[in-house]
């Protein structure tokens, strides 16, 4: 558990308050350069293709949630010809599938792919976005099932222009009880409006504020002196890295268990982030000893007792839940590491220095197989249409299939996990 506090893996660091990410080396910035701690905010705000967030201010922006400003157009070369940008957001492109950023700037819409402008750009904001006015506040991209299609809110004033991608049309609304916004974020699946150097989470549909807000950004998106959660976290070496659980569920998302903490990737293009274990899942507060997914479902064992959640309502415990493992699962002991292969009914448990088969379509359940692995001390497995992945300390083992990793009688060459596994530090 504290191995893993001081090597969380991450560009992102903790706000365990409400799982924002809380960044900044403000000893590194140069004094001649702007700094995000001054409260005084950002123009726009936008991740790009890759996961990365850039925070822009006038001519500037910093790229990510740590780090000196930089000039913007060492990024985005052609921004030489802008000076600022009043909006920015990212929207996925389904009929070429890929991602571009969108620059707005008084009655112009500069379209980015891959940090370039593209071609025929800027245009008319009327001839990309029909109905949206000009000299907007801010912009955020909403996708379908957070909104009710698939949607971009343009901030002005008081007003949210609620642009539908697929009609391109606008439907305004006024949301005078928050803030006029300077710039939005959409971050894995909650939206923020940020104003100054506060900001506050809002509902993208019906503008909904639930808590307590405004917030000071400096505490959860930047690390600043006298704010923040983040302590003096620092990236760590892959050669440090622990988990104690590792699942992919019927979404594609992956989860990262250590300690009280989980770190969750969507994909790529939404990056890497971390959370406290009980902010998902509150009825587990001090780390899980296994996790597996099933049928839309997450498992997680803790000592002898096995918690399952509905994935897609956002980890409602089932009702009856937690039971033993011997009334779920029909085992025993200590579990290490659990793993279920895409489009498979069983789930392989490890403990200790065997592994055991129990069939998830039957009733009830009971183990199958077991049979006995090459070493012990396992502290995670995962299955997918590449095969096994068995995890111990900062190395990890790769067999072709469960069957392989079971019949195997030596351990083949230990990998070391790498930065691009785990957004480590070689």
């Not at 500037?60 to 802008?82: K, T, V, Y």
């Not at 083949?412 to 785990?422: D, G, K, Q, S, Y």
Request: glycine content about 8%.
């Amino acid at each position: 558990m504290e191995l893993f506090t001081k090597t969380l893996f991450l560009c992102l660091a903790l706000a365990l308050t409400n799982g924002a990410p809380a960044h900044h080396d403000a000893a590194v910035d140069d004094a001649s350069l702007p700094d995000r701690c001054d409260g005084i905010g950002f123009d726009a705000i936008t991740p790009d293709e890759q996961g990365t967030t850039f925070f822009f201010r006038g001519s500037h922006l910093w790229e990510g949630f740590r780090g000196p400003a930089q000039l913007s157009n060492e990024s985005f070369q052609e921004l030489d010809d802008i000076g600022h940008v009043d909006a920015a957001f990212r929207m996925h492109d389904i009929e070429h599938l890929h991602d571009h950023i969108y620059f707005f700037l008084d009655d112009k819409v500069f379209s980015y792919y891959a940090h370039h402008l593209e071609e025929g750009y800027p245009k008319e904001i009327q001839q990309d976005f029909p109905g949206v006015p000009s000299h907007l506040d801010a912009a955020v991209e909403c996708p379908k099932g957070e909104c009710m299609a698939d949607s971009v809110l343009f901030f002005k004033g008081k007003d949210v222009h609620v642009y539908d991608i697929v009609t391109k049309t606008v439907k305004t609304k006024t949301w005078s009880h928050l803030p006029v916004c300077t710039s939005a974020l959409r971050w894995l699946e909650h939206y923020y409006c940020f104003h100054g150097n506060n900001f506050t989470k809002f509902h993208p549909v019906t503008g909904e504020v639930n808590g307590v807000y405004p917030k000071d950004a400096r505490s959860y998106f930047m690390k600043c002196p006298n704010y923040g959660h983040g302590g003096d976290y620092k990236v760590r070496k892959c050669s440090d890295v622990k988990i104690d659980a590792i699942t992919t569920d019927d979404a594609g998302k992956s989860y990262f268990f250590a300690g009280p903490i989980y770190m969750r990737l969507d994909t790529r293009r939404d990056g890497r982030h971390a959370f406290p274990i009980s902010r998902s899942w509150k009825e587990v507060t001090s780390g899980v000893d296994a996790v597996f997914s099933y049928a839309d479902n997450i498992y997680l064992i803790k000592d002898d007792q096995v918690y399952i959640y509905k994935a897609a309502a956002h980890y409602t415990l089932i009702a009856g839940y937690p039971k033993t493992l011997k009334e779920e699962l029909g085992i025993e002991g200590h579990v290490d590491a659990a793993f279920v292969c895409p489009d498979n009914h069983t789930v392989h448990i490890i403990i200790g220095g065997t592994i055991r088969a129990v069939d998830l379509s039957a009733t009830p359940r009971a183990v199958t197989r077991e049979m006995p692995l090459p070493f012990s001390d396992i502290d995670a497995a995962l299955c997918s249409a590449e095969g096994v992945n068995v995890f111990k300390g900062a190395t990890y083992y790769h067999y072709e299939s469960p069957m392989t990793l079971a019949m195997s009688r030596i351990a083949p060459e230990p990998l070391n996990v790498t930065r691009a596994m785990m957004g480590c530090e070689e």
